[in-house]
């Protein structure tokens, strides 16, 4: 691996950070739809909606670059 690529994946990685903290302030992450199993001591969370919509925002997203 060169320098540039690992920095080049730790700066994906901030932004991916940066904009699902953005999203949570617009209700991403906690929709209906999203899977929710809390036990003593355990929490899995599936965010199945959140997903879907991310997905065809960004299908959208890239269909309207590639035009």
């Given at each position: 691996?060169?320098?540039?690529?690992?920095?080049?994946?730790?700066?994906?990685?901030?932004?991916?950070?940066?904009?699902?903290l953005l999203a949570?302030?617009?209700?991403?992450?906690?929709?209906?739809?999203d899977i929710v199993?809390?036990?003593?001591?355990?929490?899995l969370y599936i965010?199945?909606?959140?997903?879907?919509?991310?997905?065809?925002?960004?299908?959208?997203?890239?269909?309207?670059?590639?035009?």
């Open positions: 691996m060169t320098a540039k690529f690992v920095i080049l994946i730790g700066i994906l990685v901030v932004g991916v950070g940066l904009a699902w949570e302030r617009f209700g991403l992450g906690r929709l209906p739809g199993i809390e036990r003593d001591g355990f929490r965010p199945v909606m959140t997903s879907i919509i991310v997905s065809v925002a960004l299908t959208l997203l890239l269909w309207l670059i590639g035009r």
